[in-house]
C-alpha cells in the first residue's frame, strides 16, 4: 500500500467517523503529479472540508499534505514542500 505511513497513525486514533472518512477518500482520490495541478486540488479538497464543517489541525493538515505529494517526482515534491513552508510562514506571521 503506497500510504504504510497511516499504518497505526496516532492522528487517526481520536479522529471523527466523518474527517476519518474524507482523509481516505481524498488519500484514494487521483492525485496531481505536478505543482500546477497541486494547487486547484488542494483547494477543491479544503472547500469541499469545509462545507462539511471539517476542520484539520496543522499536523492534519501535514498528513494531507503527505498524501498529495505521494505521486510526484522528487522535483515536483520538493517545490511543493517550498509552497507548503511559505504558506505555513504566512500563517504563523513570521
Known sequence: MPYDF???NPLLADMSPEKL???MNFATAKKPTDIKEMMP???SAMNS???NNIQF???EIDLLFQILKQNM???ESAK???IMNLMKNRRSGS
Open 6 to 8: 497511516l499504518n497505526n
Open 41 to 43: 486540488f488542494l483547494l
Open 21 to 23: 472518512q474524507f482523509l
Open 73 to 75: 517526482s522528487a522535483e
Open 80 to 82: 511543493a514542500d517550498k
Open 57 to 59: 489541525s496543522e499536523p
Open 49 to 51: 472540508a469545509k462545507s
